[in-house]
Nanobody, 124 residues
Framework: EVQLVESGGGLVQAGGSLRLSCAVSGFTFDDYAIGWFRQAPGKEREWVSC????????NYADSVKGRFAISVDNAKNTMYLQINSLKPEDTAVYYC?????????????????WGQGTQVTVSS
């Protein structure tokens, strides 16, 4: 059974940093593309970042490029999202995802597995 469990969210001041973690089970990072989405109150879900499982290529939404960094630790079966220079508009529930294929995608429909989400709140 595939499971993804996020942690690391919280309340932080603008300009601060957080590292989100996603512990995975039931698959390896060689099997699926993985990534992060977020959803702010009253807004549509937004793709944030992803890693393709074969080449290990990383991709980022323009809104987070240069501030966010996605990574994996194969030994710990954990993926991370390092978030720096936080802005109030980064406030959202962040979800880690795993795809049903190996390629990196910005579409939620391409990911068959979702975590429960972790709240990130950025105060101004």
């Amino acid at each position: 059974e595939v499971q993804l469990v996020e942690s690391g969210g919280g309340l932080v001041q603008a300009g601060g940093s957080l590292r989100l973690s996603c512990a995975v089970s039931g698959f390896t990072f060689d099997d699926y593309a993985i990534g992060w989405f977020r959803q702010a109150p009253g807004k549509e879900r937004e793709w944030v970042s992803c890693i393709s499982s074969r080449e290990g290529n990383t991709n980022y939404a323009d809104s987070v490029k240069g501030r966010f960094a996605i990574s994996v630790d194969n030994a710990k079966n954990t993926m991370y999202l390092q978030i720096n220079s936080l802005k109030p508009e980064d406030t959202a529930v962040y979800y880690c995802v795993a795809g049903i294929d190996y390629y990196c995608s910005g579409y939620g429909r391409d990911y068959g597995y979702w975590g429960q989400g972790t709240q990130v709140t950025v105060s101004s």
